[in-house]
């Protein structure tokens, strides 16, 4: 999701360096991969396309923090209050609608 960073710190010979990988553009996806001894970082399309990637030996990285985006659930839940974060009804019980007769 457009948002979601990946920050890699690496061991550079006595200094650190740090590289960010963010997914810059909605729909697009950011994922960790651990093979063969290297960690790849690679921005990804909706349908699975690399746009992006970048690779480092495993042995010299120190950290890989993944920092997700804020989802629309927790801006939804700001809006509407405590509610729908709970799954509390909306509205109070005297102003509820009384419930449909069926017809015979």
Do not use: C, Q
């Amino acid at each position: 999701m457009r948002g979601d960073t990946v920050e890699i710190v690496v061991d550079a010979g006595g200094e650190t360096k740090t590289y960010e990988v963010s997914a810059t553009r909605a729909g697009r996806r950011v994922e960790v991969v651990n093979r063969r001894g290297m960690i790849e970082v690679s921005e990804l399309t909706r349908g699975g396309t690399a746009v992006r990637t970048a690779r480092f030996m495993a042995s010299r990285v120190i950290a890989l923090v993944e920092h997700p985006a804020p989802r629309r659930a927790a801006a939804a839940e700001e809006r509407t209050g405590r509610a729908a974060a709970t799954g509390e009804r909306a509205i109070p019980a005297d102003r509820e609608r009384p419930a449909r007769r069926e017809a015979v």
